[in-house]
C-alpha cells in the first residue's frame, strides 16, 4: 500500500515523501521525494484518480506570505508523484487541507489569518483558482485567542456539511457545503468551553456521534449529531491527560479506529497518545491508557485502514513510530519499526473509503 507523509522543510530540501507501506508489519519504505515546497505539512489524497494535494507557503503579487497547495499525480504504483500545478489558495498561511468526499472542491484553513477556502477540483485533476473565502471574526479569553484561528475543516458522512475548528475563537462553524456552487454556507456555530481551543475533529465510523480535540485545554469533547440539521450536541468533555501529570502540553491530532471502538488522540509535551474506549449507545469515552510515544511533539498520527496498525509523526525526533493496535483492547504496543524522516507532520494512505 502507498502512503505519504508532509513535513516542515524548506523547499530546496524534501518536504513530501511517497512510502511503501508494510500491511503486514507496519514499517514504511520512502520510494520517493519531492522538493520545491514551502513547508508542505498537510496533505490530502484522493486515492480514486491517484491524485495529492499538498499545502505550502507561497507569495503573493505584494510578495508577502500567503497561502498556497500543489497537486501531483501518483503513479499508482511506485508512488512516484508528478507536479500538475500550484495555486495560491489565501491571503495568509495555512495549516490544513482536505478533499470532500466525492474528490470535487479541496479546503483549506488558515491558522494565522482566521479564514478558510474552497477551491475547485478540476477534471484533469489540477487546483482550480480559489471560489470561495470565508474570514471568521472575534476572540476568546487566552492570549493566544486574540484573533480567529481557523485550524482544521472536516466533512460529515453525508458530505454535506463542513466543520471549522476555530482556535481562537473556541468554537466550531458548521457550513453548508455546496459543491455546484463551489460555496462554504455559513450555517451554525458551537461553542466549546472558553480556553479550549478546538483543533481537529473525527465523526465517529458508524455512528452519530463526534469528537474534537481542544490543543489548549487538553481535553476531548464527544458531540452527538444530528445529520438531517448539521448540529452537533455536546454530550462530554474528558481531560486528554492523566491526573498526576502538571507540565505543559499542547493538543494535536484525533482519530476514530475503524472499528469504531476506540479514540485516540495525541499529546504534545506529555508525548503520549490518550487512548479512549467509546460507548457505542451513549458516544461517552472511557481512558484505557495514555500510550508513550517514543519521541517528543507528535503532531499528527494514522490508523492504518485495516486498523491493524498506529503510525505517530514525532516532529521533534524526526521520526514515524509505528505501534501495533490490539482490537480488544485497543492499546498500542510499539513493534520496533522506524522511519527516520526530517520534521514530520502528516501521514496519509492512499485508501480509498
Same mark, same amino acid.
Given at each position: 500500500?502507498?502512503?505519504?507523509?508532509? &513535513?516542515?522543510?524548506?523547499?530546496?530540501?524534501?518536504?513530501?515523501?511517497?512510502?511503501?507501506?508494510?500491511?503486514?508489519?507496519?514499517?514504511?519504505?520512502?520510494?520517493?521525494?519531492?522538493?520545491?515546497?514551502?513547508?508542505?505539512?498537510?496533505?490530502?489524497?484522493?486515492?480514486?484518480?491517484?491524485?495529492?494535494?499538498?499545502? &505550502?507557503?507561497?507569495?503573493?503579487?505584494n510578495q508577502q506570505r500567503c497561502g498556497a497547495a500543489?497537486?501531483?499525480?501518483?503513479?499508482?504504483?511506485?508512488?512516484?508523484?508528478?507536479?500538475?500545478?500550484?495555486?495560491?489558495?489565501?491571503?495568509?498561511?495555512? $495549516?490544513?487541507?482536505?478533499?470532500?468526499?466525492?474528490?470535487?472542491?479541496?479546503?483549506?484553513?488558515?491558522?494565522? @489569518?482566521?479564514?478558510?477556502?474552497?477551491?475547485?477540483?478540476?477534471?484533469?485533476?489540477?487546483?482550480? /483558482?480559489?471560489?470561495?473565502?470565508?474570514?471568521?471574526?472575534?476572540?476568546?479569553?487566552?492570549?493566544?485567542?486574540?484573533?480567529?484561528?481557523?485550524?482544521?475543516?472536516?466533512?460529515?458522512?453525508?458530505?454535506?456539511?463542513?466543520?471549522?475548528?476555530?482556535?481562537?475563537?473556541?468554537?466550531?462553524?458548521?457550513?453548508?457545503?455546496?459543491?455546484?456552487? /463551489?460555496?462554504?454556507?455559513?450555517?451554525?456555530?458551537?461553542?466549546?468551553?472558553?480556553?479550549?481551543?478546538?483543533?481537529?475533529?473525527?465523526?465517529?465510523?458508524?455512528?452519530?456521534?463526534?469528537?474534537?480535540?481542544?490543543?489548549?485545554?487538553?481535553?476531548?469533547?464527544?458531540?452527538?449529531?444530528?445529520?438531517?440539521?448539521?448540529?452537533?450536541?455536546?454530550?462530554?468533555?474528558?481531560?486528554?491527560?492523566?491526573?498526576?501529570?502538571?507540565?505543559?502540553?499542547? $493538543?494535536?491530532?484525533?482519530?476514530?479506529?475503524?472499528?469504531?471502538?476506540?479514540?485516540? @488522540?495525541?499529546?504534545?509535551?506529555?508525548?503520549?497518545?490518550?487512548?479512549?474506549?467509546?460507548?457505542?449507545?451513549t458516544g461517552k469515552l472511557t481512558v484505557v491508557e495514555?500510550?508513550?510515544?517514543?519521541?517528543?511533539?507528535?503532531?499528527?498520527?494514522?490508523?492504518?485502514?485495516?486498523?491493524?496498525?498506529?503510525?505517530?509523526?514525532?516532529?521533534?525526533?524526526?521520526?514515524?513510530?509505528?505501534?501495533?493496535?490490539?482490537?480488544? &483492547?485497543?492499546?498500542?504496543?510499539?513493534?520496533?519499526?522506524?522511519?527516520?524522516?526530517?520534521?514530520?507532520?502528516?501521514?496519509?494512505?492512499? &485508501?480509498?473509503?
Amino acid at each position: 500500500m502507498l502512503a505519504f507523509i508532509g &513535513s516542515y522543510a524548506d523547499s530546496n530540501n524534501p518536504g513530501v515523501y511517497s512510502c511503501q507501506y508494510d500491511e503486514v508489519n507496519g514499517s514504511f519504505e520512502v520510494t520517493h521525494q519531492v522538493n520545491g515546497l514551502q513547508n508542505p505539512t498537510f496533505l490530502t489524497v484522493d486515492a480514486r484518480n491517484w491524485k495529492l494535494y499538498a499545502l &505550502s507557503e507561497g507569495v503573493d503579487e505584494n510578495q508577502q506570505r500567503c497561502g498556497a497547495a500543489s497537486s501531483y499525480d501518483i503513479h499508482s504504483a511506485t508512488g512516484e508523484l508528478t507536479f500538475l500545478n500550484n495555486e495560491i489558495t489565501l491571503p495568509a498561511t495555512t $495549516c490544513h487541507i482536505t478533499l470532500d468526499h466525492t474528490n470535487q472542491v479541496v479546503m483549506v484553513s488558515s491558522y494565522h @489569518g482566521g479564514m478558510v477556502g474552497l477551491s475547485p477540483v478540476l477534471a484533469d485533476g489540477r487546483l482550480g /483558482k480559489t471560489a470561495d473565502i470565508q474570514q471568521h471574526h472575534g476572540a476568546s479569553v487566552l492570549s493566544v485567542q486574540d484573533r480567529p484561528r481557523a485550524h482544521s475543516v472536516f466533512l460529515d458522512r453525508a458530505n454535506r456539511y463542513a466543520g471549522v475548528c476555530d482556535l481562537g475563537l473556541d468554537k466550531i462553524i458548521m457550513y453548508k457545503l455546496n459543491i455546484p456552487a /463551489k460555496r462554504l454556507i455559513p450555517h451554525n456555530e458551537v461553542h466549546i468551553a472558553p480556553g479550549s481551543g478546538p483543533r481537529h475533529f473525527a465523526f465517529h465510523t458508524s455512528y452519530a456521534f463526534g469528537y474534537v480535540i481542544n490543543e489548549l485545554g487538553s481535553t476531548v469533547t464527544a458531540f452527538s449529531y444530528d445529520e438531517e440539521r448539521g448540529e452537533l450536541t455536546e454530550i462530554q468533555t474528558i481531560s486528554t491527560l492523566p491526573e498526576s501529570y502538571d507540565g505543559e502540553n499542547a $493538543c494535536a491530532d484525533i482519530h476514530v479506529s475503524p472499528d469504531g471502538k476506540f479514540l485516540y @488522540g495525541s499529546n504534545r509535551g506529555h508525548d503520549s497518545i490518550v487512548v479512549y474506549a467509546v460507548d457505542a449507545i451513549t458516544g461517552k469515552l472511557t481512558v484505557v491508557e495514555y500510550a508513550p510515544t517514543l519521541g517528543k511533539h507528535p503532531r499528527n498520527f494514522a490508523i492504518s485502514p485495516d486498523g491493524q496498525f498506529l503510525l505517530v509523526a514525532n516532529k521533534d525526533s524526526d521520526h514515524i513510530v509505528s505501534f501495533t493496535r490490539d482490537s480488544q &483492547s485497543g492499546k498500542l504496543v510499539p513493534n520496533g519499526k522506524v522511519l527516520n524522516v526530517s520534521k514530520p507532520v502528516c501521514i496519509k494512505f492512499a &485508501s480509498v473509503e
